[in-house]
T-cell receptor
Framework: GQNIDQPTEMTATEGAIVQINCTYQTSGFNGLFWYQQHAGEAPTFLSYNVLDGLEEKGRFSSFLSRSKGYSYLLLKELQMKDSASYLCAVRDKRGRRALTFGSGTRLQVQP | ETGVTQSPTHLIKTRGQQVTLRCSSQSGHNTVSWYQQALGQGPQFIFQYYREEENGRGNFPPRFSGLQFPNYSSELNVNALELDDSALYLC??????????FGEGSRLTVL
C-alpha cells in the first residue's frame, strides 16, 4: 500500500517563500506529483519528479529524494492568489496510471 | 483543444438511489480515471479505464461501476447510494504516463 503525509495547514506572508513538505511510503515508486487546488475548483498540475533533485518552474520548485521518501514544494514570491490547497501524490509501479493523493496542505497567504 | 468536462456539476439524491456521472476526456487522451474527494481530503482513486477496459481499481465496493466509450468519454455509476457517498467526484484524463488533467467535478449530495 501507500501512505502520504503532509501538513494540514500553513500560513505565510505575501512576498515570502514557503516550503510544503511531503513524505511517502510506497511499495514501488514511479513518480511524484504536486497539484494546486483552489476551493471549489479542480486540481491543476504543478510539477512532476521521478528522479532525485530539484525541478524549477517559475516561482514554483519541487524537490525529490527517493531514498528518504521525501519531497517538498517551494513557492517563492508568494501572491495572494497562491492561497489554495497543495496536494502531493505518488504513482506506484502497479501498471496503472492512478495517483495516490495526500490529504493536502491548505496554504493561507496573508498581506 | 477542449479540456475535461463533467456533468452534472451538482446533484442531490436520496439514500438508496442510483446516480450516473459523465465525463468527456481531453482530446486525444485514451485513459480516464475517476476520483472521489470528500471535504477537506485529497482525491481517492476509484478506478481507471484504458481503451474501454477497466485496468485498475481502488478500495471501492462493487456498487461503484463505470464504462468507457469508443470516443474515450466515460461514466461513473453508483448504486444504492449511502450518505457517505456525498463528495466531489473528479474525472481525470491522461495520455500514457503523463500528468492527469482534471475536470471541474460533480458534487453529489446524498440525503
Amino acid at each position: 500500500g501507500q501512505n502520504i503525509d503532509q501538513p494540514t495547514e500553513m500560513t505565510a506572508t505575501e512576498g515570502a517563500i514557503v516550503q510544503i513538505n511531503c513524505t511517502y511510503q510506497t511499495s514501488g515508486f514511479n513518480g511524484l506529483f504536486w497539484y494546486q487546488q483552489h476551493a471549489g475548483e479542480a486540481p491543476t498540475f504543478l510539477s512532476y519528479n521521478v528522479l532525485d533533485g530539484l525541478e524549477e518552474k517559475g516561482r514554483f520548485s519541487s524537490f525529490l529524494s527517493r531514498s528518504k521518501g521525501y519531497s517538498y514544494l517551494l513557492l517563492k514570491e508568494l501572491q495572494m492568489k497562491d492561497s489554495a490547497s497543495y496536494l502531493c501524490a505518488v504513482r506506484d509501479k502497479r501498471g496503472r496510471r492512478a495517483l495516490t493523493f495526500g490529504s493536502g496542505t491548505r496554504l493561507q497567504v496573508q498581506p | 483543444e477542449t479540456g475535461v468536462t463533467q456533468s452534472p456539476t451538482h446533484l442531490i439524491k436520496t439514500r438508496g438511489q442510483q446516480v450516473t456521472l459523465r465525463c468527456s476526456s481531453q482530446s486525444g487522451h485514451n485513459t480516464v480515471s475517476w476520483y472521489q474527494q470528500a471535504l477537506g481530503q485529497g482525491p481517492q482513486f476509484i478506478f481507471q479505464y484504458y481503451r474501454e477496459e477497466e485496468n485498475g481499481r481502488g478500495n471501492f465496493p462493487p456498487r461503484f461501476s463505470g464504462l468507457q466509450f469508443p470516443n474515450y468519454s466515460s461514466e461513473l455509476n453508483v448504486n444504492a447510494l449511502e450518505l457517505d457517498d456525498s463528495a466531489l467526484y473528479l474525472c481525470a484524463s491522461s495520455l500514457k504516463e503523463g500528468e492527469l488533467f482534471f475536470g471541474e467535478g460533480s458534487r453529489l449530495t446524498v440525503l
